[in-house]
């Protein structure tokens, strides 16, 4: 079971990025989905969390009207459409898998292993 976040880089400001979350041994249809983020010095916040089974999503209130969720199921892969980036979207970006509320998946995030994550980086 494993999940890989992917396709980070750097942007300018105002720009776009598409991050990939990508699993195997099990199907992400059947679980939520959460984004998170660490900015260096600064604590993991829960982007973007969003349910498969009842259309649920939480988002953080940074990334609202910007950031957005879209699953492939046949990819096995889930992703984050992120617009209208700033420097303050700079961070690490991890995904999960859950099943779990949003809410509790993205506000308390009980989790103990990350991972690498991908690094996004942002240009003013």
């Known amino acids: 079971v494993q999940l890989q976040a992917s396709g980070g880089g750097l942007v300018q400001a105002g720009g776009s990025l598409r991050l990939s979350c990508a699993a195997s041994?099990?199907?992400?249809?059947?679980?939520?989905i959460g984004w998170f983020r660490q900015a260096p010095g600064k604590e993991r916040e829960g982007v973007l969390c969003?349910?498969?089974?009842?259309?649920?999503?939480y988002y953080a209130d940074s990334v609202k009207g910007r950031f957005t969720i879209s699953r492939d199921n046949a990819k096995n892969t889930v992703y984050l459409q992120m617009n209208s980036l700033k420097p303050e979207d700079t961070a690490v970006y991890y995904c999960?898998?859950?099943?779990?509320?949003?809410?509790?998946?993205?506000?308390?995030?009980?989790?103990?292993?990350w991972g690498q994550g991908t690094q996004v980086t942002v240009s003013s």
């Open positions: 999960k898998a859950d099943q779990i509320t949003v809410a509790t998946m993205c506000r308390f995030m009980p989790y103990d292993y």
């Open positions: 041994g099990f199907t992400l249809d059947d679980y939520a």
């Open positions: 969003a349910s498969s089974s009842d259309g649920s999503t």
